[in-house]
């Protein structure tokens, strides 16, 4: 390329990297050869001279469900734009309750940052991502002294008790309780321990039995609120933790020959992709937003070494549609 535009192969490398000190008739004539002569920079090279892979570790425990495919896509995309890369590492266990520990064998040498989505970070972990030098950003789980962004799941829990209360609803239950050991996914545990403040906060009582436990699925949710739906003593409301569960209640209560809303009203959180096809009220975060968001600031940190420990929260807001209703009066 450098005989062909008739300059040193150090101005042909500066004009590629858009670097200052060459004038913008020879980058113009160094881009016309490149082009002309279909050159590609090699990745591998690159990398080995600048240090730099352009590549970010998405981090998640699980691929498979929407949100964090959602997130993937959102960050995959904004990355792209700047000319970054995404690898993924799905902990996903053979078990719910337990995930795959982050080793230095997936990131030395492999990535230039990281960006989490909802894992709780061990501390050996933080201090690994730390000893090689490499920039974290976490969705969901905040990491200690490291940007986050997220949504306030108190804000969240309130919006959607507060509205069934507004509608009398005085017998609310609900549904993505996840065992206490299953602490690499924080998010059940934190809504569920919202939803317990804002019943309180209306003066009312959630029974026991009232709260179930799911793998937040619409599968696993249809099949664990059946008997709590077939039985006498049932609320007249349930909260979510997620649309994709309260798809699942609804197709329980169906089955049972209940009326939604006018016996049982249900919301959930997220505004699922199928959410408004089938009418469900919920609480809607903009997840690709979150991911976009997260991906800036990585990049900021990369590219102009602006790091920080910000945490940024994303706004929610209700969406009122037809699986909300008054409560029954008998």
Not at 280 to 285: D, P, S, Y
Request: proline content about 5%.
């Amino acid at each position: 390329m450098a005989r062909v535009a008739g300059v040193s192969v150090a101005t042909v490398s500066r004009a590629l990297r858009g670097l200052d000190r060459v004038s913008p008739e020879t980058r113009e004539r160094v881009l016309r050869v490149a082009q002309d002569l279909d050159y590609v920079a090699s990745p591998t090279a690159t990398s080995l001279a600048s240090g730099r892979t352009r590549v970010v570790a998405v981090v998640a425990p699980f691929l498979t469900r929407w949100f964090f495919a959602t997130l993937v896509s959102a960050i995959e995309k904004a990355l792209r734009a700047r000319e970054h890369h995404v690898i993924l590492f799905d902990l996903e266990d053979d078990t719910y309750d337990q995930r795959l520990p982050l080793s230095q064998n997936m990131l030395w040498k492999r990535v230039d940052g990281v960006i989490t989505l909802n894992v709780p970070m061990a501390p050996e972990e933080v201090e690994l991502v730390d000893r090689l030098g490499l920039p974290l950003v976490a969705i969901g789980s905040p990491v200690p002294g490291r940007p986050c962004v997220r949504i306030d799941d108190g804000a969240t829990m309130r919006i959607a008790v507060d509205h069934l209360a507004s509608l009398g609803h005085t017998r609310i239950g609900y549904i993505g309780a996840v065992p206490e050991n299953a602490a690499h996914i924080q998010t059940p545990q934190d809504r569920l321990s919202a939803f317990h403040d804002a019943i309180r906060e209306h003066g009312l009582v959630c029974e026991d039995g009232w709260v179930l436990g799911s793998d937040w699925t619409a599968e696993a949710s249809a099949r664990d609120s059946l008997t709590l739906l077939s039985g006498d003593n049932r609320p007249t409301a349930i909260v979510a933790a997620s649309d994709e569960m309260a798809i699942g209640v609804r197709e329980s209560a169906r089955r049972l020959g209940l009326r939604v809303p006018e016996d049982l009203s249900i919301i959930g959180v997220d505004d699922y992709v199928l959410s408004g096809v089938l009418g469900l009220t919920t609480v809607r975060q903009d997840v690709s937003g979150q991911g976009r968001r997260a991906a800036e600031l990585l990049l900021a940190a990369l590219l102009e070494g602006e790091e920080s420990a910000d945490e940024v929260l994303m706004e929610t807001e209700l969406v009122v549609r037809e699986s909300t209703g008054p409560a029954p009066t008998t």
